[in-house]
């Protein structure tokens, strides 16, 4: 009996090595299959010691054959290993690695999502002759050896709620989060709250999370790992895959531009391969502060050896977070630095609560973290002497900053009061002068100035309203309107609407259709002229430019020919500008360059422009002209920008700034569950669409066909994500409007 | 390219588009109609059947789709577009397509930045102002704040007690408003402000636009208007006389027009008419030197009882009632002066041919326009089929209808219930007058409709209002 058990160990062993290698054939595999196939069927015939030789010795042959697959593992193969069934799952870790755990939050299919699951856990520590409880937050996509009711651990929003909410617990009670990431992306529905909406929230949140987060990741699939894994340390298994988008995916964005109707098992593999998402390149990026040696071709169930290496992991990276942020702890951060190569925290007590300060000081680092992150990525193209001078003017920029807002402050109210005070004491005097002159010069008959003005202001040229900044002819004329042609508009046939001259349309109309209000889309130089302050805009940081830094095959190209027509770097576009008279800094995403899509030089651009907004005391106008989301030849140099530049966004408006976001076409995925999503004013311009992933996306991943107006504006402002719709034409003055009645006084509120 | 190479398309319907093809002809023009489905028996298809055979026809969905009109021009050849009066005549983006698009054409009337300038009355009143052009008292720009507009009213009020006036009445109006849409008087100081918080909220709901226009409101003013004609380049405005267009329906609509203006030789005024007259058409010429219009136009004015004038606003476009200042205009000494005929002319880019002093002006021109409508009941128009249409022929009488007289004729519902146009000529006012009621009773006008309802005309109103014509 125990023969054929351990040859049936062995062929499932088999099979699943089959299974990782994908289409492909190995020799030695087959040969080995044979061999225990035809020892399957003479084992009768054999004594048991040469029976049990002979297994023994095919399990050696297997795992040294695994060994030797193992080294030639592709990152198909990897992201082969993470979806097996078999692969270790959130339950096994929590039985095997922690001491003891209660799921919270719904169990299994009693669970408002059960993809996302959440335990309250402890571990417990013997140090010396000290026993430590740990007390831990558990959380984690949960696949379940293929449940069918886990969904692959595809979260819906309000899986990711509930993420949040017990995190937030975990603030509260200050004990650590470990967060376990294993799923292939985001479920892509829009329901309430949406997926972008929740996940945006969550990162925005994160970010100020002050206990210590770890995060480890099997599976990254892109918004969906960003949702819980914005960490203090990221660790990886070494079998994982993190990743803009899965490999799939890309390569049904990419078939189009090779000319495929469906993507190739070449193109995937090759997708996989430029996009940098296995364990060791997002340690040699930097994304990924650490690698869990995994056992041959991935770990399951059986290997209790990984499980103790997890643990010890996990332990001593929120060891090292806790320590590196409490104020007195050289000692145990040497002994640490020590041990580094031992077993882990053998002489070290470190108590995971934090104290208040030290919780400040986690958030800050967190922050810096990630601010470091991604800087090979984007192109510089500033000069070493240019370099300089920026670093120079931008500290002493920061002294003057700090200086004029927060040293000057309070002496300036003074001041100013002061001020208004003398002049109506004053008032009293002159107002009594003005009544005697008039007074004196009615006695000496006189006539007075001003008198009998009535009926001249009423019958004669009044002043012209002042300017508001804006008057005169267009400033930008739209290429669009000077072909003589009609467009119809897509509201013809429901609301009757008349075929309108594309010069009328995208000249004095500003691309609305007269009769319905459908709003077409124009180009990002309509906007610059025209909601901004004429002669106002200076641009900054041009020249940081997008590049290509996964090496994917022909994008060097496909990035130069996009500089080469829009005149852009990159897709995003910085600069400071006023509107009526109001200053204000603007990051600017142009749907032209590359489909809007971000990278590490918009991401970049986007947080310096932030910093420069917060030195400055000025709001921060996102414009979204248009994203198409992240730029996914740019692997997670890409994805991480979601983090980055939330953190960036998080800091600005803590310290009192005033973030306001506009959509204007569509706007979709990574950005929008992001730095985006998470401001508390968004709003939109008439027929754009806002959502997570687009139709085409949807109906792939899901299988559902949505309706036609699943992203529409109204819907996003129905569920609460956006706070209002707005005209094309209105957006000056509604935005001039927001920034009064939301920025008070100072523009620059708190 | 000579005249005669042009091919004028015809974007209107009904009266003036008769008489469109008649001035073609004149001009010996090819021209093409287009007409609409529930047009299809309209006199004027029949004309243009009747003068241009079916190729000079083409049937299109709409009066109001630039592009199916333009698809229509580019299909037949034409050269020229005349837009009538209403649809796209004062439409300055028709006017800038038709002039700017790959295959140019020629628009007859304006240029389209005219008609954009003087389309926008706010825009006008600041022109007007700009030139000492007297406007009607009040704000010449959009008031969007409360504080102004009250100051504003409050001069208003002072400014009409000064004056005399014994019921000082302000309007406020919403300035992007239009057609009687968000309008209020205010007869007191005292309601001001409700009122104007009500528009303005109207207008903001409404329009979007919370900008308000403050004016004075005149009571028991005569409406007077100016002819202008004036070739390409706009360099010497032709005045053609003033027009008294003053009997009106309820709902402002004219009824009857007279010309001249006003008449001091038969009749006294309590101020100088002829100094308020030379003075309306003094004023207008500055206005169309200024702005440098080159077409056929109609400046409107209204006159106060004490005599004042105000630009009210410009019409840029050829007026139903051209024919009454033809009728008493001589160029050169002779008679027969079309106007439809100069605007055509003028606006294929001929020269004038004539200047001010070439125009001269004899008698007096009264126009009917005959309607079917209730008097008795709010003038609501009167639709069915007209059995009978006849009068008698004179050679003062010029009418212009598109009501075929050999076949009963049904009403169109989907446009407006203009049947007839009468106009009469005598050498004085009494002479006209006396005419104009012959005429009236002579005019016969049967029909009858669904409900079998005798068809309604307003003949005894417009014969009731000849008697004090002219008379202020």
Redesign the interface.
Known sequence: MDIEKSLEALSQRVAYARDIMGTRVSDRLEAVSHDIVALGQKADSLSMEEALDKTGELSRRLTTLEDDLDQFLTPMDKVRVVRHPQRVCLKDILENVYDNYTEIGGRDEVSIDPGMLIARAYITRRVGKRVIHHPVMVVGQEKGHGQEFRNGGSIKPWGNAKALKYMKVAAQENIPIHAYVSTPGAYPVEDYPGAAQQIAENIYEMAGLDVPIVAIFSEGGSGGAEAIALADKRLMFSHGYYSVISPEGAAAIECKFHGLTRATPELIEQCAKHQQITAQDNLRNGYIDGILQEPPLGARNEHFDFFKQLRASVIRATDEVVVNVQSVSLLRRLAMRGSKRRQVGENVIVRWELAPDDRELLVWRRYQKYRKMSRQAYIDKRGIFERLAAKHMEFLFSIYSTVRYEILKHYQKKIARMATDVTDEIHVVTSKMDRLTCQAMEALGIPQWGGGS??S??????E??RDQGNSGGPAYVSPKALD?R?VSCPHAATRGC??I?A??LFG?FAGVCPNCGYHFPMEYQWYMANVFDRGSVREFNQSLAAGNPTGFPKFDERIQKAKETTHLQSSCVTFNASIRGIRLTCGMLVANFRGGTVGSAEGEKLIRALDLARKRHQPFLAYVHGTAGIRIQEGVNGLIQMPRVTLAVRRYIEEGGLYIVLYDTNSYAGPVASFLGCSPYQYAVRSSRIGFAGPGVIRETTGMDIPPDYHSAYKALSRGHIQDIW?RK?VRANMHQAFLTMGGRNLYYR | MSRDQNKVLIANRGEIAVRIMQACRDLGLDFVAVYTKEDAASGHVALARELGGENALVRIHNYLDAGDVLSAADATGATAIHPGYGFFSENYRFARRVAERSRPMHFIGPSWRVIRDLGDKINTKRLARSLGVPTVPGSDRAIYDEMEAESIAQQLFDYQEKQGVSRPMVLVKASAGGGGMGIDEVHNMNRFRQTYRRIRNYSQRQFNDPGVLIEQRIFNYNHLEVQIVSARGGENPVHFGTRNCSVQSPGRQKRIETAPGFFPEGLSYSFDARKVMDDIVRHSLSIAREIKYDNVGTWEWIVTPKGDPFLMEVNTRIQVENGVSAAISRIKGQDGVNLIREQIRLGLGESMGYSQNDVSFAGVGIEYRIIAEDTQNRFAPWTGRIEKIAWREQDWLKLHTHVPQDRPYQIPTEYDPNLALAIIWGKDLEEAKARGTAFLDDFVLEGVDAQGVALKSNIAFLREKTKDLLEF
Do not use: F, H
């Open positions: 009535d009926e202001a009423l019958t004669c040229l009044s012209p309203r003589d009609e008349l075929d001259w010069r009328d004095e005209d209105d």
